[in-house]
């Protein structure tokens, strides 16, 4: 939802199309570039304290956008978005493939039974 919202938000603050674009390109590049770390680190550090981590970012984002809509600190919530992504949704997915019983552990990848 926020994704959808968002785009209008920022316009509505006066931001262009090429700062939206900016703005989002930032939350994509940090992602790809903190999925290098974040795996070794939920790993070690556990999925649900990695989880937690990841919702506080989410939290600083979402106050940045609301308190404090300025172009260089929405930069900087991208980049602390780009950082809780790849927290939470691999963290999220091991939980939850921890949670399944083992013959049914295999539907989660592409929802097809493995036998």
Known sequence: ??????????QSLGYSYEDLGVIFSVIFVTQA????FTGPFTAKFGYRKSTFLAVLFFMITR?????????????????????????????L??????????EM???????LPSR
């Not at 570039?33 to 290098?36: D, E, K, N, V, Y």
């Not at 930069?75 to 992504?85: K, N, T």
């Not at 997915?93 to 083992?102: C, G, Q, R």
Request: no cysteine; charged share 5%; glycine share 6%.
């Open 63 to 91: 106050a940045i956008h609301v308190l404090f809509p300025v172009y260089p600190l929405l930069i900087l919530a991208s980049v602390s978005f780009g950082i809780g992504m790849p927290l939470e949704y691999p963290a």
């Open 33 to 36: 570039f903190a999925l290098i």
């Open 93 to 102: 997915m091991s939980l939850l493939s921890e949670s399944v019983e083992k």
């Open 105 to 111: 552990s295999s539907l989660l990848g592409i929802g």
């Open 1 to 10: 939802m926020a994704w959808f919202v968002q785009p209008f938000y920022f």
